[in-house]
């Protein structure tokens, strides 16, 4: 059909290689990502079908804890991932989305929200407050029933015939109400919730395509059925079958209320926002959750735009790379059907032999299929040669693949009156969670994020951060077990010069916080700001405060302007044990 015929020219987003063997790729730093954690008290998550498939290991994220940002304010979005990017070893591409909506929220279970509306409360799955959800149920039960995009590429994979199966997830299994399609590719062909923020990608030449493509400034269309008709089918027991594109969609009849109607294709307009940033991929290594060349997670700032209010939101970034074998003249001819096996037995058609200078037809295994044996050695021999032969461990369902994490709910506020327009809020955070290297990986040991924050005299200064209460009770950390907890003290004065280190107030080497006084400058902030900074709270002196065991886990400041300017350094008292972790930060005030 057109559709196809169009967009296989364009999806080219074909996610990422890995060995089947290896788990765990992609998490958010700060924002705290979920990757579907709740509020686990083990190391593992419970439930990796949640909300969304994330293809992480049952080890990555932080448990519930939510922040809220303002309108125009600056928010550091930092993340690792293991398979590399931006360097030769694969072809690497990341997006970064957003969502609101009214129902979207965390829920109180770890249990996936019902597929079958009847198992929940009311028969109304949008409103059982217990699950948490993100995409709605309707938008899966349309795609669960919408015919899949038949000019993908999907190896020699055995495929259903609807949008929940693809390559990667060829059995169609359900994570929450996540579209698996939609998952796996972009830009996306159909309406989605999502906001795109970035995209990042090995070929930045295609950055004016990705732009064009996004729905915050392209309509996207799909093929509207009548009013119930999904529930009709539901109720009858009856499966639906949904077109996927106009000429399809206008072609063809069914059956509702007794009589026979014709769908609509309609276009529900973009979002009516700016393109998304296109930018190239940062580098990072292989086999990896670490820091950049920099020594700094990758990231990117992110302005929160004013063109949306909401209580309820949530961000997720997905991981894209792609083997060698499919990026060759990828783009001038896509990797597309026409390069899927014929039978679940045979080899795909990528041409593996001719890039090893061999005919396509050959003897020596070289051919893109699951888990190939190869003749490496060419000798004469052959019969000698047989028993030098390897095996290629490759899965052409993860040969590419898509990783992917999300966030817990924040709120989006529309700025306060008292700050001008165009004044400048920097997000100040902390991310990480209680417990040593071992036991927090893949996620991380405290930090303040961004752990650097230069900022302009006369910009605001928004601290905030939060924690949890359910941590693993024996992980190693200061105060209460279990429990995550912050604070933010300015460092004492230098005593010695330091190599390398600008002037400024606090000593980075040093762990000993300065005593406050009338005389002591941290920002020029009062000395009601500086106490709650220490305490959470200017009064809350009392009860066990020495490691903060009876602070909360939230803390806001609000947002203060900065007047005063100069390099300030300081730390977070309780977790600054100088054998294991070291909670500091430093803010540059030009």
């Not at 997000?427 to 040991?445: A, M």
């Not at 190693?476 to 995550?484: E, F, L, S, Y």
Request: proline share 4%.
């Amino acid at each position: 059909s057109l559709l196809y015929t169009i967009k296989f020219e364009m999806i080219l987003l074909l996610l990422l290689v890995v060995l089947v063997t290896v788990q765990g790729d992609v998490y958010l730093q700060g924002p705290r990502g979920s990757n579907n954690r709740l509020n686990e008290q083990g190391r593992a998550r419970n439930n990796g079908n949640r909300l969304f498939d994330s293809q992480n290991n049952n080890r990555g994220g932080y448990n519930q804890g939510n922040l809220y940002y303002y309108t125009g304010s600056k928010v550091e979005i930092e993340w690792t991932n293991q398979h590399s990017c931006g360097n030769p070893n694969n072809f690497c591409e990341l997006v970064v989305q957003y969502m609101c909506g009214d129902l979207v929220r965390d829920g109180t279970t770890t249990n996936t929200i019902p597929e079958n509306r009847f198992q929940c409360d009311r028969a109304d799955c949008n409103n059982d407050m217990e699950y948490g959800m993100h995409e709605n149920y309707e938008y899966y039960k349309e795609c669960r029933a919408r015919q899949r995009n038949k000019g993908l590429y999907t190896a020699d994979q055995n495929m259903k015939e609807e949008a929940h199966s693809t390559r990667q997830n060829n059995n169609g299994n359900r994570r929450g109400y996540e579209c698996p399609e939609e998952r796996d590719y972009y830009p996306y062909w159909h309406p989605t919730p999502w906001r795109d923020i970035v995209v990042f990608t090995n070929e930045p030449e295609r950055c004016d395509y990705y732009k064009k493509e996004s729905q915050n400034v392209k309509n996207k269309g799909y093929c509207k059925y009548p009013d119930n008709f999904l529930a009709f089918k539901e109720a009858k027991g009856q499966k639906a079958h949904m077109m996927n594109n106009k000429e399809a969609c206008e072609s063809t009849q069914v059956e509702h209320g007794g009589e026979m109607v014709t769908p609509k294709w309609v276009e529900t307009g973009s979002w009516n926002s700016a393109a998304p940033d296109c930018l190239a991929s940062p580098w990072s290594r292989d086999n990896h959750h670490g820091n950049n060349k920099g020594g700094y997670m990758n990231s990117y700032q992110w302005t929160v735009p004013d063109d949306i209010i909401h209580k309820n939101c949530v961000m997720r970034l997905r991981y894209n790379i792609t083997s060698g074998e499919m990026t060759n003249n990828r783009f001038v001819e896509p990797i597309n059907h026409e390069f899927n096996a014929e039978a679940d037995d045979q080899p795909t058609k990528i041409d593996i032999a001719t890039m090893h200078g061999l005919p396509v037809e050959n003897d020596r295994g070289y051919y893109f299929k699951q888990d190939p044996v190869v003749e490496v050695f060419n000798f004469e021999n052959k019969e000698h040669n047989k028993k030098l032969d390897l095996e290629v461990t490759l899965n052409t369902n993860q040969f590419g693949r898509t990783f992917e994490d999300r966030t817990h709910v924040f709120e989006i506020r529309k700025r306060p009156a008292d700050i001008p327009a165009d004044a400048v809020i920097h997000n100040l955070n902390v991310r990480g969670k209680r417990g040593n290297i071992v036991q927090t990986y893949p996620g991380v040991e405290y930090d303040f994020q961004p752990n650097i924050l230069k900022m302009n005299g006369g910009d605001y200064l928004h601290a905030q951060w939060t924690g949890a209460n359910s941590n693993p009770g024996n992980n190693a950390g200061q105060g209460r077990a279990g429990t995550d907890r912050s604070n933010m003290v300015l460092l004492r004065e230098r005593t010695w010069e330091k190599e390398g280190e600008e002037e400024g107030h606090g000593c980075y080497a040093c762990n000993y916080p300065v005593i406050l006084s009338d005389d002591i400058n941290f920002m020029g902030l009062k000395k009601e700001d500086l106490m709650a900074l220490a305490y959470h709270t200017h009064y809350q002196n009392h009860g066990d405060m020495d490691e903060l065991d009876d602070a909360a886990t939230y803390f806001d400041l609000g947002p203060r302007k900065i007047t005063t300017r100069g390099i300030y350094r300081y730390l977070c008292t309780r977790n600054n044990n100088f054998t294991n972790r070291s909670h500091k930060g430093q803010i540059h005030v030009k």
